[in-house]
C-alpha cells in the first residue's frame, strides 16, 4: 500500500473517532463497514466472546449519546437497539473475534490511527502549557506589556517578510523539466 493511500484511510479513520464518556471510541456500524461484515455479525461475535469486552472495552450507547454523534440525521436506520462505542483496546480485541485477515490489517490501521490521536493530544497539551509560560513570563504590568505588544509586532513583521521573499524567490526559479518555447 503507498504512503498515500495509507494518509487518506488514517484521515478518514479519524473522522469515524468519536469522543464519548471521555474516551475515543469507533462505533459498532462502523467497525462493521470497515471489516467488511454486517453490523449484526460484528455484535453477534461480541456477544458470544462477552467475557472479552469488559465496560471499559465497549459499551452501549444512549439515544442522545448516538444522537450527538450522527448529529440531525441520526435515525437508527432499522435498528433495535442502540449502537456499541468501542474503546482503543475493544478495536484490538475484535481483531480475535473476527479472525480474518481484513480484520487483521484495519486494526492495523485503527492502532496506528490511535497513536496518533495520543501523540497529537499531547503535543497540544504541550504546547498548551508553553503558552502559559510565556503569558505568565509576559504578565510584568501595562507598560511592560505595550513593550512586549510592539516586540511581538516587529517579530511578526520579521517573519512575514521573510515568508514573502521565500514565495518570491521560489516563483523566481526556473521549471523544471523539457520546456516548449
Known amino acids: ?5 495509507l494518509k487518506l484511510q488514517e484521515e478518514a479513520l479519524l473522522r469515524l473517532v468519536y469522543l464519548i464518556r471521555d474516551k475515543r471510541v469507533l462505533l459498532d456500524e462502523d467497525l462493521a463497514q470497515l471489516y467488511a461484515v ?3 455479525h460484528l455484535n453477534r ?4 466472546n462477552a467475557e472479552r469486552f469488559p465496560d471499559d472495552f465497549m459499551f452501549q450507547l444512549s439515544k442522545e449519546e448516538y444522537a450527538n454523534c450522527r448529529g440531525a440525521d441520526a435515525g437508527h436506520g432499522g435498528r433495535r437497539y442502540n ?3 468501542f474503546t482503543e483496546q475493544g478495536v ?3 481483531s480475535s473475534v473476527l479472525n480474518s485477515k481484513q480484520a487483521v490489517a484495519v486494526n492495523i490501521q485503527i492502532m496506528r490511527t490511535f497513536v496518533r490521536l495520543r501523540k497529537t493530544q499531547e503535543t497540544d497539551l504541550l504546547l498548551a ?10 504578565d510584568y504590568g501595562e507598560q ?16 512575514k517578510q521573510m ?17 516548449i518555447d
Open 45 to 48: 461475535a461480541v456477544s458470544r
Open 92 to 94: 484490538a480485541m475484535l
Open 83 to 85: 449502537p456499541y462505542a
Open 38 to 40: 454486517e453490523t449484526k
Open 163 to 179: 515568508r514573502d521573499a521565500s514565495l518570491e524567490s521560489e516563483n523566481e526559479k526556473e521549471p523544471i523539466g523539457f520546456q
Open 1 to 5: 500500500m503507498t504512503k498515500h493511500r
Open 144 to 159: 511592560s506589556q505595550r513593550k512586549q505588544a510592539r516586540s511581538i509586532s516587529v517579530i511578526l513583521r520579521v517573519i
Open 129 to 138: 502549557r508553553r503558552v502559559q509560560e510565556i503569558e505568565r513570563r509576559l
